[in-house]
């Protein structure tokens, strides 16, 4: 049975209930309760990737990458779909213009969205990987115009058009591994594990060419700086589950992309150049995020800027090829990432701004918001004993074991920067003693979901073992290298 | 001793407790149980801005994590306890987060603890790259390798002891924090960097860098001086305290300095000295410390007042706290026979044997010089706690609150009595206190040179004194009980009652040395005079004093400026908005991947 | 013979492509762009009956009803609905634009060894893929309107289709029909994109959307 | 311990006792009498301050009402001190049995007399009135200028003798060099200490440079009689110090019988005592703010006695 067509049933079924506008009333809860169905769902599917086993069928391949990766994107949609079913609702009271149909359009697009996150990491075929790839990119492109104000018309354009920029020069990298095949007959393949299985006789300059050009497109969608530009425009601007299903998931399927042409480029001996380009480009990634950090105004776009510093993160995972750090650390931000996004929702709705200078004084106010802010601001920036402390350790000690001496100082200073940053901007919307929110919500109820996600990656973080990193080697084995 | 071997990837959650652990985990009790038996009382005048609950999580988390650090066996377990104990003390900090100053101080604090974690991680790193462990007793760096990881571990660690140039956030945060909090902070939590540095620099070889001894020697003398002349400046009675912690950690930096010279040119006893000299020290200026931040809490709680200038007069109202504070203020200046004497007087002595060993020239003139030096800093402490402890607690009170002020709570004046007791215990004491660090210093060679080193007969002094205090007293008694002496008001020359403006203020105290040593922070005193026919009838005489701290003013400041300025101007330009720009770059990035990728 | 036909229609897109970097009138460059598609879709005849592949013309076929007429068509209308004409471009100078387009397509030509596969018969063809990629970009970022930005996105992927054309022995079918699918799906999400920008900020101009910035 | 060594010792302490009781108040009436000669008066007679202590002891005390504890017990505090050191510190060259020497380390005694001068200060600022914390600010401003070179000359003193314990520094023949540097830098110090001519006008009172009468400005009675006896001792401790390094350069002075030798103890204090009057006769007393460049004299002096001392050791 093909694992893909078993996990996307539910997401299907809640696209396709999306297209009746009279289930307004109801789908919130529904997509809600399907995405909690999905979770065993999903848990079932990818057992069997934890035990060693890959399915592969169809163009498809459930291996441990794939499995680690569908994992955090139901994760992630999950979180998303339960708060959206709270924070949704609530913002529509607020806006006269919204009509069933768009409200329903929502549901739709998000399930086909979370579909093609799920076929990312799951195809082997580089041709469908970035035909999954662009239409996440499309799909996604109205659910960040949502709420239809200007500004998120603009955040839409230009992270329409960027990233299909991005992505064309994705598409002409893959055209151009794909023709660096000429050498053996039989025509091309596309697919990963025969290209890395005959990686010695493809054209090395082509397909060092082909990789500088999927870098470029997927580094693009993942947000590698100076390519990061749309990104901070479109979290602020989308609505916040949106934001949260972005930055949770979306990043991550980029970086997937980028992690599987990697893996043919170390089968294919090129490992120095793989490391010349992605050890440079994740430190300066987040050196630039945590400097642009510094100077911060809007709640939104500082969880975005930090979502571009631990891109650059991961980036240096692929680049010293340590795939079970760029597993652990992508389910650590993940988590984190999206419990903030999803308290961002609920703090924006509640007092109806995103901008520091006028938030304030939440802990005061609405103190489950606030603390839950500031361990997630704690978090996000690496503090122990958060899960992201002890991915980025392992990082830095390995990417230093590796030599990158230069990337690690960098990356310290860029951490360093960020926490203090991200802390000050925290403080200044949680601490002090501001004025009460505009619109009172059942803070305790929209604190859940964030919570649990916190909780989690505690426990991630203390859950560390060698039996655990031994399970993560051989789901990133599995992947290829490392 | 191993609790869950599975823990934090490769490190393990592994504690390894020896004697000196046994050491500071006693401190963090010693010093830790007065505050925590003061917090209650104290925090009921705050109870209407600070939620209790969450200051009881952190102050439980900060002492589990104090516990963590000194019994970590490995550098990641040791990280973690380091930063869970940095953000329950921020939390601290941040506990009255409705005064933008304690908000302003929580910042301060957070980033000079980070920029300190950095280093350390960074030191550590290196050390897990040079070693391939992360325990710290398989580490074994020698030679030029060695300078970098321990340079950048000893900076990380400055950082958090608050050892000068390192120190600028100490003075801002501790003051922030509720008293028993700062007195946890400034007593014990600044401490633990000194059980690192000994840990890892002074008593196994785990890193051998001749060149620290003489830093810090260097180091501690400057933060010694640089502390103790700025707590002269201070109107805040706990900004005071905090800059006298920077001036203990200094001498504790000493001792250490002068133990690793003595490793240096294998002079066993001088190594034995200056570790017992910094460890006895610590452990002396964890109590007093406390016990003064105590006694300055006392006086918050109870007068709502923090500014000095405003207080006086509380001998005859808190006389508990008075008494508690005037221990700890002789104790802290090193006066016998109590503990601060013993230990400082071990430095001396360790100083004294450097000049008498000592291989060069330089060195032993060196030493005999930073005997003097000490002997500055101690006249100046005196000074300053003279200055503290009169314009406080003596003389008329300077308003009407401190008028008003009544004895603090049972729980708070026992949490006082109780270090007051211990500061005289440990100086009569100190002989059985050497016998405790004997087993410390043993790991360095024999210990009974160390308790030969210890010749003053402390205990034999103290008994004098109290006999002759006592023959005194009693014969003063007898005395009076023919003429007894008869109350009258203070001598006021004869122009009517003198009223509390009469009085010398902190400030004018403390002119005389300030002006001598104005050219350290530009210290200015302007007076004017207003009023037609000033020369002989003014109507308002005013003098104010000035001054600046160069180290803020011309490094911090400017450097933090500007680069928050400039991290401004790379957004603004790199993020200005047109669409059309972020294209360019993509090309611009893509010639770029081009020219790597296929050249 | 084929080759040197392929070579020169190859070189008639690039050839298009530069001068739609010159020509300000929208309905031009679209037109210009539906030109070098139908030249493409030629090539892809070309092929066909060389390698006797029926696959090749169905490709022809398809792009050339998408490409060459659906989306040209589409954004034509979609300029009278918002009744605009020109892009004067952001310098307000076409020939600057045209004369970089000339040095795009000369520099392309000078990377063909780089980017050519050595085994395929027609290398130029691969220089002039690159080029029209370029050239691609020169138009998104020399043009005011998100229309004309739209047009040079659709170039780039021309460059790239014919990269895959020419240099490659034969994508997969699926697959190029999934791409061209989805760059129709794009335009199509694009165009409505636009209007709503159209509506609400009364123009398509993208550099007066410099709301979100920092 | 042989009957030689009993006798020996019982001499020493009836000879210690004598010196506690009677030296002090002498050495004060010599120098008053010695300094009214200066200043061509005929001066009170020689035992006066013996008939002070009388008088004071006789008189009614009077505490101010603001005074607390500290102000009440300073006095006893200061002159149990005082005693203290005087029994130990070797300052007529009279040395206790060799058991007692770790009881006399130099740093010990100094921190002890430290601890009377804390105390002083406290009181003087207890009473609230203006001279006490003129006074005692300007104390605590001398005595950070004056330990300094104190701790260094007897640093470089004890570098000789490869000891703390003054017993050991003054039972051991030390480098003229050092013991002359180290001794004139003692003898300003003490000047300073004691707040003499030219750092302080001991006899002044109403006038707005002095520092110790100001501090002790409020006492009266009993408490004043303890406070002045404290004083003679440390003036005798300090002055004997000084006079005891100064003849450490006197290369013969070790080898001098017992009584030789105290009695040159004697001697060196009475020339220094009178010298001091001297000085105070014809001196003017210094600007406040020239004390320090004064003090600077001490520190110098010791400094060099320090280089000295590290060079030879």
Known sequence: MNPFLLISVLPLSMACLGLFPYTARWLPRAGAIIFLLQLPVVGWVCLPAFSGASIACGGFLMDGMGAAFTIITTLVAAAALVQSALLLPAARLEDSKMTDRRFCLFYTLSGIFILAMYAVPLVQHLGYLWIAIEAATLMSAPLINYHRSRNSLEATWKYLLLCSVGIAFALFGTVIIFAAQYAFTGGGTMMVSELVAHAANLDPRLLRLGFVFCLLGYGTKAGIFPLHNWLPDAYSEAPSVVSAMLSGALLNSALVAIWRLSQIMVAAGQIGLLRQLLVPAGAITVIAASIMLVRQHDLKRMLAYSSVEHAGLLTLAIGIGSGKIFILHAFNHSLVKVALFLLAGGVVHAYGTKALSRLGGILKRTPAWGIALMAGGFAIAGSPPFGTFISEWLLLRDAFAAGEVVAVAAVVIGLTITLIAITTHMGRAVFGNGHAPARNVAVRTWTLTPAVLLVLSLLAGVAISPPVMQVLSMLAGQGGGS | MSLFPWFLGDAGFTFAVDPLSCWFLAIIGVAG?????????????????????LVWVALILLMISMAGVVMAANAILFLVAWEVMALSSFALVTADHERRDSRRAAIIYLGATRAGTAFLMIGFLWAHHLTGSWVFSEWGISGTGALAPALLIFAGLATKAGCWPFHLWLPIAHPAAPAPVSALMSGVMIKTAIYVMIRLFVLDNHF????????????????????????????????????????????????????????QHHLPLLEQLGLAAALFHTLNHAIFKSLLFLGAGAVDACTHLRDIEKLGGLVHRMPWTTGAFVTGSAAICALPPLNGFASEWLLYQGFFKLAMDGPSVGLRFGALLLMGWLALIGALAIACFVKAVGVVFLGNPRSRRAERATEAGRGMVVAQVLPAVMCIALGVAAPAVLGQLGRITSRLGDPSLLYHAWTIPLTLIALLLACTVGGLAMWVAALSRSLPARRFITWECGFGDLGPRTQYTATGFAQPISRIFGAVYSYTVDINVKGRNRRYFPDKVTAETAHEAYLETKVYTPLLQSIKRMAGIFLMRLQAGSIHQYLIYMALMLGLLFWVGVS | MNLSQIDILAAGVAVLAVWMCGVTCLKMQVWGLSGQTVLLSGICVLLGREEAATGMFILALVVFSIKAVGIPVFLSKAAERMDITRDRGIYNNSTQALLMGCGLLILGYFMTPKVAVPTMMNQGTAGMALALIFIGMLLMVTRRLALS???????????????????TSGMPLLMEMGILFEALVGVLIAGLVMFRINRSFEHIDVTDMRGLRH | MGGGELMNSLFLSVLHLINLLLLPLLLMGIIRKAKAVMQNRIGAPLLQPFYDMAKFLHKTETISENAGWIFIWTPRVGLAVAVIAAILVPWTGVLLPPGWAPATNFLLMLYLLTLGKFFTMLAALDTGSAFGGLGASREATISMLAEPALIIALGALALGAGSTDLMAIYSSPASPFIALLAGAGMVITALAELSRMPVDDPTTHLELTMVHEAMILEYSGRSLAMIEYATALRTCIFFGLAVQTLLQAWPVFHALPLLLHYAASLLGLVVLGISVAVAEGILVKLKWRSVPNFLTFAVVLSLLAAVIAAVQS
Do not use: C
């Open chain 3, 149 to 167: 930005q739209i047009v040079g996105f659709l170039t780039m992927e021309n460059g790239i289709f014919l990269y895959g054309l020419t240099q």
């Open chain 2, 33 to 53: 149980l007065p505050a925590l038996i003061f917090a209650p009382g104290y925090l009921q005048h705050l109870r209407h801005r600070v939620s209790l609950s």
């Open chain 2, 208 to 263: 051998v860098v001749p060149l620290l001894g003489p830093i810090l020697l260097v180091l501690g003398a400057i933060s010694a001086f640089w502390g103790v002349l700025f707590a002269l400046l201070q109107h805040d009675l706990k900004r005071l305290l905090a800059y006298h912690s920077v001036e203990n950690i200094g001498i504790i930096l000493m001792g250490l300095g002068v133990s690793l010279l003595g490793r």
